[in-house]
């Protein structure tokens, strides 16, 4: 397995282009089953996820290229199988998302059930809930969600939780159902925003979407379609980290600054000088951080997909931050690892106390999942000495090219290649 390592202790400086989002780039990918024609997307990260998404769409029988440039084409004018193998959910439960689009448009869809994953227990009862209040007939068997529906009814569903695939499931099936689904504590991240665009495109009848309240008007058919896939609101979170940690200057380009405010504004209280565009980031820090506590919410509030980095930058904070994670059971295992490079951080339950040292010592340390690896990297960019970063398998996932574009700004950073 690939490891990077990182020399810390350099000042970042310059400019670095942002992906496009990895969340907003799955839902979408599966968005192509719910027409015959051809979808045409822009700004597709290379990204494992994405490469994941697109063998299950392959299996499905979904024709497609990704280009270097980003640009991927879909053709789902000849599905032949119905079903999502466990093999490809389990590498990622996003897999979930071609569940909503294959049953709307074929009447069918068999499903692995994810599982549970690192993070916390992540079940997809809103989804199922969701589906059967449009008609469908579902059974667990085996091991995989086996949904029916001749055609899908409108309906009103109101989901227990705030679920960001939820929602996006639920919206997919609900395009082509017949009469108005009305989805009621609906997620309003912008990756949702963005699918809903890119529905609208291809013909979908949607209101609301942004808004807890989402309504669909279904229709009988959707076509082809051309969409850019919005900037990663994560990965351009995750360098304004990073600067934060060594201090010094960048300017982010190609990001969605609009999509950002609750990261924006913590890091601002943390010192960081902040300047923004329609589509770029100017950031400078030339202090030691100040604290910033912070709890995670659904979007607009803190992300917790931008808790682990933000909580990095914490650990070498002047002051302690009290940092509260809502969203998942178990999303606080970068904690050990920190803490290993010299962090003090105190964890109850959800919530983790974070006493400021002056700086971390490098370490070898071992990467958990996808953000938890990008907080051990801003860790060790900060910290003095040498750091490994073992298993970043997990940074691939969801990180486009992340060493290169940090050493375009002045990381000493490299990617150790696995012998084997
Ligand atoms: C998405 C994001 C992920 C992000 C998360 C929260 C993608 C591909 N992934 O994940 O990066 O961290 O939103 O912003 O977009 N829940 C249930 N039952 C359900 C669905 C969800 O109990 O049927 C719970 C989950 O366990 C979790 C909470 O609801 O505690 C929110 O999860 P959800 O918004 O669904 O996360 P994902 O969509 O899986």
Known sequence: MDKLRITGGNRLGGEVTISGAKNAALPILCASLLTADTITLHNVPALNDIGTALKLLRRLGVQSDHSQDGIVHLDASHVDSLEAPYELVKTMRASILVLGPLLTRFGEAKVSLPGGCAIGQRPVDQHIKGLEAMGAEIKIEHGFVVAR????????????????????????????????????????????????ELLIKMGARIQGHGTDRVIIDGVDRLHGATHQVVADRIEAGTFLCAVGATGGEIMLRKAAPHTMGAVINKLEEAGLTIECGDDWIRAAMNRRPRATGFRTREYPGFPTDM??????????????????????????????????????????????????????????????????????????????????????????????????????????????????
Not at 153 to 175: F, H, P, Q, W, Y
């Open 307 to 420: 808790q682990a980095q933000l909580m990095a930058l914490d650990t070498i904070a002047d002051g302690t931050s009290v940092i509260v994670e809502n969203i998942f059971e178990n999303r606080y295992m970068h904690v050990q690892e920190l803490c290993r490079m010299g962090a003090q951080i105190d964890i109850d339950g959800h919530t983790a106390v974070v006493t400021g040292v002056p700086q971390l010592s490098g370490a070898t340390v071992m990467a958990t999942d996808l953000r938890a690896s990008a907080s051990l990297v801003i860790a060790g960019l900060a910290a003095f000495g040498e750091t490994v970063v073992e298993r970043i398998y997990h940074l691939d996932r969801g990180y486009e090219r992340m060493e290169e574009k940090l050493r375009s700004v002045g990381a000493r950073i490299e990617r150790l290649k696995d012998a084997a």
């Open 149 to 196: 529906a001749k055609r899908l009814k409108g309906a009103s569903i109101r989901t227990d939780m705030v679920t960001v695939t939820g929602t996006e499931n639920l919206m997919m099936a609900a395009v082509l159902a017949e009469g108005r689904t009305t989805l009621e504590n609906a997620a309003r991240e912008p990756e949702i925003v963005d699918l809903a």
